[in-house]
C-alpha cells in the first residue's frame, strides 16, 4: 500500500486547506495524524473503511472534516478556521482499530505534507 499525500501550503489564520490521500492498494481504517516543530506526532481524525465513522481530536473537533471516497480510494481533510498551533507535517496513514490510530499503532505511513498557517 502506498499513500501519496498533497495539499499543503501556507494560509493565513482562520484560513482553510484541503489535503488529499491516494490509497494506491487496499486499506482499512485510515488516519490522518501530525507532527509540529520540537512536537512529538499527534493523531488528528480517523475514517473506517466505509467511510461512514469518524473520529477526531478535541483539537480540531468542529474546524477538520474528514472524508473518504471509496470509489476513487482517496481520503481527504478538509481544514476550516486553521489556527498557528495547526502548523505541523501532516501524514496520512493507514490501520486497525480506531484506538490503533489514535495512539499512532499504524501499519503504513504515508508521505509528509507541510501546512503553514501564519501572517
Known amino acids: 500500500v502506498q499513500l501519496p499525500a498533497s495539499g499543503g501550503g501556507q494560509v493565513q489564520p482562520g484560513g482553510s486547506l484541503r489535503l488529499s490521500c491516494t490509497i494506491s492498494g487496499r486499506a482499512g481504517n485510515m488516519a490522518w495524524l501530525r507532527q509540529a516543530p520540537e512536537k512529538e506526532r499527534e493523531f488528528v481524525a480517523a475514517?473506517?473503511?466505509?467511510?461512514?465513522?469518524?473520529l477526531y481530536a478535541d483539537s480540531v473537533k468542529g474546524r477538520f472534516t474528514i472524508s473518504r471516497n471509496g470509489a476513487n480510494n482517496v481520503v481527504d481533510l478538509q481544514m476550516d478556521s486553521l489556527k498557528p498551533e495547526d502548523t505541523a507535517i501532516y501524514y496520512c496513514?493507514?490501520?486497525?482499530?480506531?484506538?490503533?490510530?489514535?495512539?499512532?499503532?499504524?501499519?503504513?505511513w504515508g508521505q509528509g505534507t507541510l501546512v503553514t498557517v501564519s501572517s
Open positions: 496513514a493507514a490501520g486497525r482499530g480506531f484506538s490503533d490510530l489514535r495512539s499512532g499503532d499504524v501499519d503504513v
Open positions: 475514517v473506517t473503511a466505509s467511510g461512514r465513522g469518524t
